[in-house]
């Protein structure tokens, strides 16, 4: 009975991971919320109270901007390490993220590009802190690690499933309208950071996210300043090969809030007995999907660690992108069936996003508990906004690749099945391309990481 308690006492989380949890939930509600209706705002005629632009010119302001929110965390995770702590930082990114998503509730086309650009500033403050503190809750060999930070992305994936939901009904509501839909990102955010603020001094340590401590000798500056140790540099080489090859699976999965998103609108049967659903709501399956399998794969991961029989990180990551590839064969299918011009059944959308949320719970919470394992400690929320810059090299390659789906669609590159089954036939090919790779690098991977843990 005492090693049955002691075990069950060792598997328990920190208390500090739900208040992090539910930070992070609100401000990926206001981040999702928004990224729901933003592409479907912009082409939506003027006469309808959208924008009125083009395909091509909507992906290419979605791949800048989501790019972009992902580009400004490499700064805020500097400023974070050397002079303001991650507290401090995501307070002030929370704050300015929240005055963001308010000023695009103003109808006026200045107001609609500062709130986007305040959205991406607060965004570089707050984003690389928050995961980077996830981090330091756990012991650097702590099993609980890839554990906890599953259960933390269930926290992203239930505000993104709310924002959708919320800002997608507001935004395409004639009652309402897109700015409505804005407002309600806005308030999400507040939230966030009222919570954050009543719980932290309860239930996080205060030495976690503190600013960092003034070096007051000449010694504890030159360690400061001293250049990596070959374990680390290798720590490093391996955060950045991981990061490389996350570029391939986002740039396919972010064609949700793109592509695929203007799929759902225009070629998917949208019509549940007798009410027609808004297209954005096609999105919440992703995050549904991950509300119900992220405990099965914590579980898992924890299941399999104690027989000795868990996967490494990077045959994960591989495995990831393999699902993300099969994903995108039901893309192609659906396309296929779009042939005959009439709407096309759900479930296409509805398969491709169970199994991109598949291989999303293999390849992100993971890669993100890589990050924090090896990251130097002085770099460390430096080298999380580096492992984001490969999601913002990601996000505004799937947005000029979604930009391109009329040229790929005329048979311009090339030709297999011809039309919308082309576009997504592409990232079926790199994403198991990128897959097959990884797990052939796997052994190197391992043997850069022998000091570490003896596995990738």
């Not at 019509?271 to 579980?299: D, H, K, M, R, Y």
Request: glycine letters at 12%.
């Amino acid at each position: 009975m005492k090693q049955t308690s002691a075990a069950s006492t060792k598997q328990k989380h920190p208390p500090g991971l739900y208040v992090l949890f539910l930070t992070e939930m609100w401000e990926r509600f206001s981040y999702y919320g928004m990224r729901a209706i933003l592409v479907l705002y912009l082409v939506t005629t003027t006469a309808k109270g959208g924008l009125g632009w083009s395909e091509q010119d909507a992906a290419h302001l979605y791949g800048w901007y989501t790019g972009l929110v992902f580009l400004t965390p490499l700064i805020g995770g500097w400023l974070a390490d050397r002079w303001l702590g991650t507290h401090r930082s995501m307070l002030i990114g929370g704050a300015i993220i929240a005055a963001g998503h308010f000023t695009l509730t103003l109808p006026v086309a200045m107001a609609f590009y500062l709130g986007l650009a305040l959205i991406v500033i607060g965004t570089g403050f707050f984003k690389p802190c928050v995961s980077t503190m996830v981090g330091h809750l756990y012991g650097e060999d702590d099993p609980r690690r890839d554990s906890g930070f599953t259960i933390f992305y269930m926290g992203i994936n239930l505000g993104a499933l709310l924002g959708t939901l919320l800002c997608g009904y507001l935004g395409e509501s004639e009652r309402f309208g897109w700015h409505y839909g804005f407002g309600a990102a806005g308030v999400g955010m507040v939230a966030g950071l009222i919570g954050y603020v009543v719980l932290r001094h309860k239930y996080i340590p205060p030495e976690i996210g503190a600013p960092p401590k003034k070096l007051r000798t000449h010694q504890a500056e030159r360690a400061q300043r001293a250049p990596l140790t070959a374990e680390e540099r290798k720590n490093v080489l391996v955060i950045l090969i991981a990061a490389v090859f996350t570029i391939f699976f986002w740039m396919a999965f972010e064609q949700a809030g793109s592509s695929m998103n203007l799929f759902a609108m225009r070629f998917t049967d949208r019509t549940f007995f007798g009410i027609e659903t808004p297209a954005s709501w096609f999105q919440s399956i992703n995050s549904i999907a991950i509300l119900i399998l992220a405990p099965v794969f914590a579980a898992g991961w924890l299941r399999l660690g104690a027989r000795g029989k868990e996967p490494s990180t990077t045959v994960k990551m591989a495995l990831g992108m393999l699902l993300l590839a099969a994903g995108f064969v039901a893309m192609v299918a659906g396309s296929l069936a779009a042939r005959s011009g009439q709407l096309v059944s759900p479930l296409w959308l509805t398969l491709a996003y169970v199994l991109h949320t598949c291989g999303e719970l293999c390849l992100s919470p993971v890669g993100l508990s890589l990050v924090t394992k090896l990251a130097p400690p002085r770099f460390a929320s430096l080298l999380m906004g580096i492992w984001f810059l490969s999601s913002a090299a990601a996000n505004l390659i799937a947005g000029y690749l979604a930009g391109a789906q009329k040229m790929i669609e005329d048979g311009e590159v090339f030709h297999i099945f011809g039309g919308m089954a082309d576009f997504y036939l592409m990232f079926v090919a790199t994403s198991l391309l990128a897959g097959l790779i990884m797990l052939a690098l796997t052994p190197k991977l391992k043997v850069l990481m022998a000091h570490h843990e003896g596995r990738a």
